[in-house]
């Protein structure tokens, strides 16, 4: 089961602003004819999306990376995806910020609440709505989530397309209250 949370352009964050710790280093990366992926991640499945991209499969030009470094090391990736299959219960302008991972050795330091954060700040327009999807069990990143303000939305499953996972889309199945 999945947990759909939303947080419309606009709205206040819960806690205030997150900083960066002192060393690290983060770039919002953006497609590139020279450079496919962010450095420090691999062609698969990145080097996808940078092709949905240029072929226009994402709904708008929105599709980026907040990447985190320390030195040359990445520690933190969030990717920033415009709707697309996987997505259909998003509007056209909308935002889904996913594929968040941190490197094991520097969880609980903010990296995650900074850069959901900053995605939102960077990206904010009228009519936007942020989406972040997590397992139900992933309380760390539930609770990142709602630090920044973001709310329940609903509860559903990833379901599959052609009896393929990769193929298919995640699916809202209950929606509870939102502001």
């Known amino acids: 089961m999945y947990l759909f949370y939303a947080k419309r352009s606009g709205s206040n964050f819960a806690y205030g602003t997150s900083s960066l710790g002192e060393g690290y280093l983060f770039n919002i990366w953006r497609h590139d004819a020279r450079n496919l992926v962010p450095c420090g991640l691999s062609i698969v499945p990145y080097g996808v999306w940078w092709g949905f991209h240029h072929l226009h499969v994402f709904s708008n030009r929105d599709y980026a990376m907040l990447t985190i470094y320390d030195g040359d090391r990445l520690i933190h990736r969030s990717g ?88 298919g889309a995640f699916v809202i199945q209950q929606i509870v209250a939102f502001r």
């Open 80 to 167: 920033i995806f415009p709707r697309y299959f996987r997505f259909p219960f998003m509007a056209r302008d909308d935002l889904q910020i996913g594929d968040t991972w941190t490197h094991p050795d520097y969880r609980g330091r903010g990296l995650a609440t900074f850069a959901l954060q900053k995605i939102v700040e960077a990206y904010s327009k009228s009519d936007r709505t942020f989406w972040y999807i997590v397992e139900q069990e992933n309380s760390a990143s539930i609770h990142v989530a709602e630090k920044v303000g973001f709310e329940l939305f609903g509860r559903g499953i990833r379901a599959k397309r052609f009896g393929i996972g990769i193929l």
